[in-house]
């Protein structure tokens, strides 16, 4: 979990970010809070449970599933397994971060 | 919004669908309900006093959010002299505010007991035709604030909150009020039913709107707003002007906020069963808008880019790059028994995204928006020679990877037989169908300038350009239909021509593949009587083995067809044509004040005299309400260049003179004007 953050998202910059400015926390519980601060397409990844604009809450296993590409996000979240809090909006500009790369 | 069987109202992505009395009476098969976000939070909610249900007296939509209901006990059709009066006056959003009267006219007392049978299904939009047994379970709760009726499947929990001011007796399955009027009282209570969606952390116990609260608060910009920052038409037609204001008030009741989307609203394609992210329909209604309200286009562009596929995935057919055509949120959608979270099943959206982001960038000026975007423009590129063209014949074509709950036909004409040969035999997949190679032509050549001129990439410029080039050799060759003069409808599975003759062959002219000869060629099969009908062209010529005025896609004339046919008129510069397509529509849109629907018969004109409807399930539609706005720019002939409007009309003489004022563009805010100098010469009977 923690290569995940620190490796997709721990970068200084994406241009997949190109279009979106605001902070996001990530919570998943059993392994820890990451907070994830965009500004078009600047990227400053820490390791905290400070507030941000948008909060997306997993399991572990169930963000395990949607890495490994056994899950899908928008239909874990629709399900009721990933809880966005906050700015919806922004949540739409990471959700593809969450899919499996082949 | 009432039609003579239901009263639908709406606000965000709620909505409600009631009988004429304000009841719901859903069933599996009947569409009554209140919905959000494709889900059906309350089925049944019927009114009866002492035992009866009331008549309507009247019904007045006061907003498109709300209405109200005059209601008194007997019916219609048997009069009884009554002394009760009942108001139920409703309005929308997130779940709905109910204010209930009841007047007692009598000179004695009277002893009322007013019900109310309520039920939640939580079905999904999906399932209501399609009745499936519920997966998950129902319960309820009676609580100090109210009765809770639920639906839980694993984490899946979605609640309806019932509460109401007055004194009543709550059950699973009803609400009872008893109470007793005195000559000439009245009685009242304010009902909420909100909805809860247990993912979002944020539901509230109460709906958008309370008791007398009917100013609307729409997310975006208010009607009036709305109506003020569209340009002002000024007009001899008078019902064109009826025509325009429709279309400008109907795409602010279009509006769509996503709550899972950035970027504002984008037009859904059509209410209330299309209150959807749609790939295809959002551009092009997008397209057709953006002289009049450019905001719409900013927004689908941001929307449809955060939901770009990424990987590779058959059941949602998904592929990297490729531009969403739906997304869902409804419980089928959740557990992946239906694939549109989002589903990618639009072979067309890709190039079609492209083309909109030129011509945002050439209308606006806002290259902020475009710079930010072109990773997004050139993983669509990419997917044009990559995953579009699978086989790497260097022609786009789609075969459904989803057997099961996929799309069969992945163009615009998206029903299961509308491609075919001229003989009416069905065309065997995979299918490259011609508006599609158009779009990418057009597509190619607008990055072209795009590299060159927002994303400084010469080099991407010169690759595109020499791309399209070669693509309209070669498709002037092979889709070319000798015996014919004109272009096939696709090419088959087989790489033979599907050689119908169609409306799809005027979606070339706009996109600007057809060689100059050939052109004049489609343009006098577009006028002839065996595709233009007096009211526009039909999606497929009479004399084909398909051919059915009142099939889906295969006879019947569809307004927003026109309008892309209307424009690649004018841009191969057939004026009078294209006049003649326009006053056509405009004349089809006065019979049905002012709201084109999305499709009408095909019969000719001189036949049935009025356009005959086609039955379909929504209204408005979000690209028969862009007709209109598209048929405007056509007739002025707009089109930026640099940093000015250019106005080149054409419009005919029955039209008279256009003024169109205030246009928003790069230039800011600039005036169009036309008179009506084009006298159409009579058209050719059918033989």
């Known amino acids: ?102 | 919004m009432s039609t003579s069987e239901t009263v639908s109202i709406l606000e965000g992505e709620t909505f409600v669908v009631s009988s004429r009395t304000g009841d719901l009476e859903g069933s599996p098969t009947n569409t009554h309900g209140l919905f959000h976000q494709d889900t059906r939070y309350l089925s049944r909610w019927i009114l009866t006093i002492n035992g009866t249900a009331p008549g309507t007296l009247s019904i007045d939509n006061l907003r498109y959010f709300a209405s109200r209901f005059f209601l008194a006990p007997g019916t219609a059709s048997i009069y009884v002299n009554s002394k009760l009066s009942v108001i139920r006056t409703r309005a929308a959003g997130s779940g709905f505010h109910e204010d209930l009267t009841v007047m007692n006219y009598d000179t004695e007392p009277a002893e009322i007991t007013l019900r109310i049978d309520l039920a939640a299904d939580f079905a999904d939009l999906f399932e209501i035709k399609d009745h499936q047994p519920k997966k998950g379970g129902h319960y309820h709760r009676i609580e100090k604030r109210g009765l809770i009726l639920g639906y839980r499947r694993e984490n899946f929990v979605r609640e309806t909150l019932i509460t109401a001011t007055e004194p009543c007796e709550l059950a699973p399955d009803h609400l009872l009020f008893r109470f007793r009027l005195a000559p000439g009282a009245e009685w009242s209570t304010c009902i909420d039913v909100a909805i809860a969606v247990d993912a979002w952390g944020a539901s509230s116990e109460k709906p958008k709107y309370a008791h007398g609260d009917l100013d609307a608060r729409p997310a975006g910009k208010t009607l009036k707003d709305w109506m003020q920052t569209a340009p002002a038409l000024v007009t001899s037609h008078s019902s064109l002007t009826r025509t325009y204001e429709r279309s400008i008030t109907d795409l602010a009741a279009l509006r769509f906020f996503p709550a899972f989307a950035a970027g504002g609203a984008l037009p859904a394609a059509g209410l209330p069963w299309f209150m959807a992210t749609f790939g295809r329909d959002s551009v092009i209604t997008s397209l057709q808008s953006l002289p009049f309200e450019p905001e719409l286009a900013a927004a689908t562009l941001k929307v449809l880019g955060n939901l770009q596929g990424q990987v590779v995935d058959d059941f949602r057919e998904e592929e990297p790059g490729k531009i969403a055509h739906e997304m869902r949120w409804g419980e089928l959608t959740a557990f992946e028994e239906r694939p549109q979270s989002p589903y990618f099943g639009g072979h067309d959206s890709t190039a079609l995204y492209l083309i909109l982001l030129d011509e945002y960038e050439r209308w606006t000026g806002d290259r902020a928006l475009v710079r930010s975007l072109e990773h997004r423009a050139r993983a669509a590129l990419s997917w044009l020679d990559r995953f579009g063209d699978s086989d790497q014949d260097g022609y786009l074509e789609y075969e459904r990877k989803n057997t099961q709950s996929g799309l069969e036909n992945q163009c615009w004409k998206d029903s299961w037989d509308s491609i075919v040969f001229a003989d009416g035999k069905i065309a065997p997949a995979p299918r490259a169908t011609c508006e599609i190679q158009g779009y990418v032509y057009d597509a190619k050549k607008r990055c072209a300038r795009l590299a060159r001129e927002v994303w400084y990439d010469p080099e991407l410029a010169q690759e595109l350009e020499a791309q399209a080039r070669d693509l309209k050799v070669r498709f002037n060759r092979d889709f070319w239909v000798k015996k014919g003069g004109y272009f096939a409808l696709a090419l088959d599975g087989q790489k033979r021509q599907v050689d119908a003759l169609s409306s799809n062959i005027g979606h070339l002219l706009w996109s600007g593949i057809a060689d100059e000869e050939k052109a004049r060629s489609c343009v006098r099969h577009l006028m002839s009587p065996e595709l233009f009908s007096g009211w526009g062209v039909r999606t497929l010529a009479t004399g084909m083995g398909s051919y059915n005025p009142i099939g889906y896609h295969v006879g019947t004339v569809w307004p927003h067809d026109n309008s892309l046919i209307a424009w690649g008129l004018r841009r191969y510069g057939y004026r009078e044509e294209a006049a003649r397509v326009a006053l056509g529509m405009l004349e089809a849109a006065d019979y049905f004040e002012g709201r084109l629907p999305e499709a009408f018969a095909g019969y000719p004109r001189e036949m049935t005299q009025y356009p005959v409807e086609y039955p379909t399930a929504c209204s408005p539609q979000a690209w028969a309400t862009g007709t209109p706005l598209l048929l405007l720019r056509t007739l002025l002939g707009l089109d930026a260049l640099g940093e000015h409007l250019i106005v080149d009309p054409a419009i005919p003489d029955a039209i008279g003179r256009v003024e169109l004022l205030g246009v928003p563009g790069r230039w800011g805010r600039a005036d169009a004007f036309g008179r009506g100098l084009i006298q159409l010469s009579p058209m050719k009977k059918a033989a």
């Open chain 1, 1 to 102: 979990m923690r290569e995940f953050f620190t490796e997709r998202l721990g970068r200084s910059s994406d241009p997949r970010f190109a279009s979106l400015k605001g902070t996001f926390r990530f919570d998943v519980q059993g392994a820890g809070s990451w907070r994830l601060s965009v500004d078009h397409g600047e990227l400053d990844l820490q390791e905290s449970n400070e507030p941000a604009d948008c909060l997306l809450q997993w399991s572990d296993k169930d963000l395990a599933d949607i890495l490994s590409g056994r899950r899908n996000f928008l239909t874990a979240f629709l399900q009721g397994r990933v809880r966005v809090q906050g700015d919806h909006a922004l949540a739409a500009g990471v959700h593809n971060f969450f899919k499996k790369v082949a």
